[in-house]
Each structure stands twice: as structure tokens, then as C-alpha cells.
């Protein structure tokens, strides 16, 4: 599969927290294509169910991958024009002049203005704009925009996807849509080989709020391994040389306290025996991804996370490598075939009585 | 629709050249003689269908727009850059560029907020600390690319917004390409008066191609169309809107290049009141037009500056209604119709 045409759909369609609709459909069929079966369940996550090749009862693996993006909610309407707030989080200074998309009663393209120069004091042109004092401008007049816009209707950035050269690609949602077209490269090489667990892939909703989706899902799936699949900090410039990754030179599996260990250490020699680049990523505080979430599900759930590196994060022009997913989609395969009978026992903490 | 062709058209100060031969292709069957000049201007001419001598006139619109030149490229393959014209820093984080007439596609790279401390965020990210990403991965691989000195303007589509009400559209370099698209409907007429449309460069730079252009042609009056400051947004202060959208062409009494000929001026509400027209003044003392580079050219020239209201020139993104733009090529049709003889009754 070329993932390319795949990742533009997913970066181009609208799904805020909460919201995640246009998206999910897209996901369903994707997912679909090399699933047994696909379902939605009631928060709204998609649940794709691939059956591995072991006897009943089988064990299980679920794989999350959050598609919800950041976004902005209308707060109040002004002599034709919109106020908004933030839901999840943008840097302010990079919302001036942007483009937008607000969600009322139909598909309102919209700018969110910035003054010309021509009528600023020095001093004001050299600051940044608060979101609170920016506004969303659809071109329409007041009564107009009465009629088709209100209080609470979101807006998302509206940005086409790009391919840049050097096998990148730059867009808004990258974060996490990167992962869902990940999770279905997966599913795909999937089904040219064996593998003996049942895999469900798992597009979450409303992780940007605080992992909603993620927490309703693991619990009701209880797999009995659950893999995270989320995006890092790729080097750029401004950002420190410590947590951030190259672009392009694969992706990173977290270590720390929110993972565990031996489950960590089974993806880091999987990747060794494809020969493929990896970085373990330390997180020594309990982090913001599906991961955490899965971690302690019901009775806990032993939890990975890989992570995709991506520049720009949190802005329109999110840029990522296109390798680096694939190789994403490989590992996870690559993993998942080498389950069996034994992997379960083989997480068990070694309590060292062997011995006596 | 013309102008949606000439907001994407690729054309910053300098290297206008995609715009001019746009007009160029618009033009040739509508007009006489089609020229250019050292500097890069279009003079596109016109015959009166009076007697002579005609008065000849001299519209303008300019064909550039504020754009990007590439100016270093780093070892990591990024590329740094400086404006051309008017552009603020802090419009520039995070947005979609294309650099020169072949489009290669690059973003302007903005840290994650994550990795950001609070005191950062509350300070613009100055130019210099800012790059265009294009996905090169080396020094090298970016100099197969690009080059220093390239061109690179924002990567905006141009959309109509709605179909009625303001009929408002989006796009990029609306100044001053509705400016172009006022100047190029009037060739579809036919006039008494000798008619030189003249399609400047390099208006941003200081006015500099409709300075020479005035020179060749040496009109008797002269006519400049932008796409100029609309502030209509709604703010606390009291402070004029310069001009607002959707109220119909903005006349100019005085910016900061010129005061309009006050014959002019009367001329344009007389033509408007007597056709229903809308009409609006522009607040004076700001910004400038290439009517203060014709006004002065010679022995001097009698000028004035008609524009359609757009709002959020000089960024990514501009918006402007088309009732405007219709409203300003029906004034300056009427206007023009009614020389000769209205220009000597004053």
C-alpha cells in the first residue's frame, strides 16, 4: 500500500476531540479492508478485529492509535465576526494568519485575521496576538453568520496536505493520523502473514482531552497487551537536543515507568532481528498518551508505546518521514507474528525463588 | 474568473514575470499594442475612438506582491530567509510557502508549544530564527533544489466564500492583483480618450516601476487601482477602519505618497452619484500608492487612487467582496465614458 494518498485523506479530514465523525470513516474502511471485523463502539472508537490463528480462547494485543486533533470552538459572534477558545493546544503565535474551517450549519472556510502593517505601532507589530483578542473572519455579514454559525461549532485548521522532497510530508493532524495509517500497514502485512493472537487495531478518540477513548476501549477489549502508537519530537531548530529525535532515522519505543520493561525490551529485539533503526525514548514522568491509560486498565494491562518522530507538532504544518511510519507498520507486524503460546508468561515479573 | 488566475499567480517584487504574461495572454486581443519596459512593466494601449488630440490616460495597477527570498541555506538543509515588502515576523510561523514559478512546496518550521517556556511564547519569533523546510536533508540535497535569491510566496488557494451578501472571496495578493483585474475590464470598452493601462513592478519596492512607466507614457491624468487596508474588524478603540468592505470602491483624498487632484475626486463622486454607485473615502495617511510616483513624473500629473476595500493585506491570506471589484470597474467605466469632456468642464 502506498501510504501517501492514505496519509493525505486522514491529515485533510476534520476530527477534533469529541468530534471525530469524518475521520472515523475513513478509519472504518481503511481498517476494514484487512479486518475481520470492525466496529464502533459507544465513545466512538473504531475497533478493528483481525483473529490470529491459535485455538480459542486466544490471547490478545491491541494496538491504539488516537485520531482526534486539536482544534478551536466558536465562543461568541461580534458584528460578523467569531471569538473563539482553544481546545487542546496551539501556540498562539501560530494561529495569526492562518486558515480555517468552521463547522456550522455547513462548511464555512474562514482566515483568522491579522491586521495589516500599515496600521499597527511599531511597538503592537512587535508582539504576539493572544488567541482570546484574535478573530475568525468567514466573509459573511452578521445576520448571515447568525444563521449559520453558533456558540460552541468548532473549527479546524484548513490546510492541504503536502509531499515535500526527501520522502517528507507536512500537514495538519499528522499528529496522530500518522499512527492510523501505521496501524493499518500493519493490518495489511498482516494478512499476508501468520499470526496467532488476535489483534485488534484501535483508533481512539479524545486523547488530546485526557485519553478518554483509550481508557473505555483497553477496558473493554482487556487485551492482554496493549501497544500505543503516537508521535514524538523530531529534531528542528529552537528545540533542545535532549527528547528530540532525527526525522527519518526511525522511530523511538519509550522505556520508563509507564511501560514495561520486558515488553519494551521484546519490541527493541524485534526491531534488532528486521535490522531496523530505533531509539529508546526515557519518559520518567507518567506521560500523555493512550499508553498511560492502557497501562492501568482494570487489573493493568502490561503497555508499550512507539513513537513516530514529527516536526512542527501542535501547528498546521506538522512534518513527518513517510519512512519512518512504514517502519512503524513493519514493526508492529513483525512483532505481533512472533507472538505465541509463551509470550504472556515470558512478561511475568522474575521474583527470584527459582533459586532456593 | 481572471482574478482567480492572478491571486495565484507567482509574483513578488522583482519577478513578476508569471503576471505579466498572464495580462499579457488577457489583454492581446482586447488592445492596440502591448509593451514592456526595462523594468518589467506591462503598457498595454489602447486607441480612443475621438478626435485628435486625445487626452491620454494612464491607469495603473501593480503586478507584484510581498513575498520570501531564500537567503542562506543551513548544513541541515534548511533553508533561511527574508521578506520582500511588508511582511510582520510574526505572521510567519507555521505556515505553507512555495519557492519560485516551478512551486517546490516547503513549510516555515515552528517549534512545539510542548517544548516551549511560557516567557517564549509571549515573544515573536524573530526572522532569523526561523527556516523553510523542504524536506532536504543535507546542504546539498537543498542546493539541487533551491538556490539563494529564489522567490517564495504563500502557498494560498483563492475561494469564493458566498454567493451573495458580500460575495466575499479568499486568496493571496489581492494587493494588488484586484487592482489588475479593475485595470484589465476596462479594456473590454471602448473610450473617446486614448487609454494606457499600465501594469507596474516593483510598487512595493517604493513605487519604482510605475515611476518610469509615467515617464514613457506622459499621461495627461492617471488613474490608480489597489486592493488597499481594510480594518473593519471590530476593536475596542475608535479607531477608523481605513475602509470598509462591501460599501463600494474607497476613494483617496491624501496617503503618504500623494494628495489626490481634487478635480479627480470630484469627477469620481459625480460619476458614482449620477450611476447609484457606492462609494467610500479612504482614511487619509496610510499606506502609499503608485499615484504618488505618477503624480510627480515630468512636469507633474493630475492623479487619484480608487481601491477595492481587502481585508489582511500583506499576509497569507486576504479577503475582499466582489460587489466591490464590480462596483470599482462600473465607477471607473463610467468615469472613463465620460472624458473628455467632463476633464475639461473642470
Known sequence: MDIVPLLKRLSEASGISGYEREVRD?????????????????????????????????????????????????????????????????DDRVLLGQEVVVHGRRKLPGIIGARPPHVLAQAEREKPIPSDKLLIDVGLTPDELARVVRVGDLVTMNRSFVELKGGMAAGKALDNRVSVAAAALC????????????????????????????????????????????????????????????????????????????????????????????HLEPAARVGGTDAVAIQVSREGIPAALISIPLRNMHTPVETVSVKDIERVGRLLAAFISGLDDDFIASLAWDLGLDKE | MLLEDLSHAFGPSGCEDEVRRLLARALRDKVDDLQTDALGNLIAFKQGTGTQPRLKVMVDAHMDEVGLMITRIEKNGLLGFRVVGGILDRLLPAKGVVIGQKRLPGVIAAPPVHLTKPEQRRQVLPIDQLAVDIGANSEDEARELVKIGDYAVFDTRFQVLGEDGLHAVKGKAFDDRMGCAVASALADGEYAVDLYLSFSTQEEMGLRGAMVAAYRIGPDLAFAFEGTVCDDIPKKEDVSPTTEMGKGPAITVMDRSFVADQRLIHLLIEVAEANGIPYQFKQPGVGSTDAGAIHLSRAGVP????????RYIHTPVSMASLNDLDHTVALMRATLAALPEKWRAA
Open chain 1, 26 to 90: 475513513i478509519v472504518r474502511e481503511v481498517f476494514g479492508r484487512h479486518a475481520d471485523e470492525v466496529r464502533i463502539d459507544t465513545l466512538g472508537n473504531v475497533v478493528a478485529l483481525k483473529r490470529g490463528a491459535a485455538s480459542e480462547p486466544r490471547p490478545s494485543l491491541m494496538i491504539a492509535t488516537h485520531m482526534d486533533e486539536i482544534g478551536l470552538i466558536i465562543s461568541a459572534l461580534e458584528d460578523g465576526f467569531l471569538h473563539f477558545q482553544q481546545v487542546g493546544g496551539y
Open chain 1, 187 to 278: 493490518l495489511e502485512e498482516l494478512s499476508r502473514t501468520r499470526h496467532w493472537w488476535d489483534v485488534y487495531a484501535v483508533a481512539t478518540v479524545q486523547e488530546e482531552v485526557g485519553l478518554k477513548g483509550a481508557v473505555a476501549s483497553a477496558y473493554g477489549l482487556q487485551p492482554d497487551v496493549g501497544i500505543a502508537v503516537d508521535v514524538t519530537f523530531a529534531k528542528q531548530p529552537s528545540t533542545p537536543d535532549e527528547h528530540t529525535y532525527e526525522l527519518g532515522k526511525g522511530p523511538t519505543i519509550g522505556c520508563g515507568p509507564n511501560f514495561h520493561p520486558k515488553l519494551q525490551q521484546a519490541l527493541m529485539d524485534t526491531a534488532k532481528s528486521l535490522e531496523m533503526s530505533v
Open chain 2, 303 to 310: 492623479a487619484v487612487t480608487v481601491s477595492v476595500p481587502c
